[in-house]
């Protein structure tokens, strides 16, 4: 079993930026497949990034978000310049062990583990 918690999630202005941490426990998660997903009310979940041989970045948030990991830390972390209003959402962090080997299917692939979920506000 693997435990996700994430963190650095909070309030910040348009343009700012934010780091989010997914800190990981239970198993080492270097090979695994990990990804940020996001949820706004009202709307349905969606992928933002992904690693696993290789990084994916949903088109969104392409140039501005950074996803990686410290695997010394066993924790994963998504920088996330340049915000924007529509960025607000709940963010969580998956994980899983297969690693596919086209990087869009991080995307859509099913993930075991999930986290309970930061919340990012970005206000106009």
């Known amino acids: 079993q693997v435990q996700l918690v994430e963190s650095g999630g909070g309030l910040v202005q348009a343009g700012g930026s934010l780091r989010l941490s997914c800190a990981a426990s239970?198993?080492?998660?270097?090979?695994?497949?990990m990804a940020w997903f996001r949820q706004a009310p009202g709307k349905e979940r969606e992928f933002v990034a992904g690693?696993?041989?290789?990084?994916y970045y949903a088109d969104s948030v392409k140039g501005r978000f950074t996803i990686s990991r410290d695997n010394a830390k066993n924790t994963m972390y998504l920088q996330m310049n340049s915000l924007k209003p529509e960025d607000t959402a709940a963010y969580s962090c998956?994980?899983?062990?297969?690693?596919?080997?086209?990087?869009?299917?991080?995307?859509?692939?099913?993930?075991?583990?999930w986290g309970q979920g930061t919340q990012v506000t970005v206000s106009s």
């Open positions: 690693m696993g041989w290789n990084t």
């Open positions: 998956a994980a899983d062990p297969s690693r596919p080997w086209a990087p869009e299917q991080l995307a859509r692939k099913r993930y075991d583990y």
């Open positions: 239970g198993r080492t998660i270097s090979n695994y497949a």
